[in-house]
């Protein structure tokens, strides 16, 4: 599992919602939202569970930290703080 304060996601999930923010940098540049402002809510690949980020102001935030706990796989060996559940 990943973590961010009091919310808790699947490590599966977080990969998926990497993707889908790493998708999107492949936009023209001057079309682009900042990453800092850019939220996935309107992906239609968005899995179910991060639905309720998506009514909290912070939840830009909450995805850029979430998308850098998944970044090369640290969470899978225990790296990252905003993991849990490595065994």
């Known amino acids: ?14 990969k998926k919602l990497k993707e889908l923010m790493d998708g999107n940098r492949h936009i023209n540049p001057r079309m682009m939202v900042p990453m800092a402002g850019y939220s996935p809510c309107q992906e239609k690949h968005l899995p179910e ?13 909450i995805f850029r930290r979430l998308s850098l706990a998944a970044e090369d796989d640290l969470c899978e060996i225990c790296a990252n703080a905003a993991c849990a559940g490595c065994f």
């Open 1 to 14: 599992y990943a973590q961010d304060g009091d919310l808790k996601f699947s490590l599966e999930s977080v």
């Open 49 to 61: 569970e991060f639905q309720p980020v998506c009514k909290r102001e912070d939840a830009p935030m």
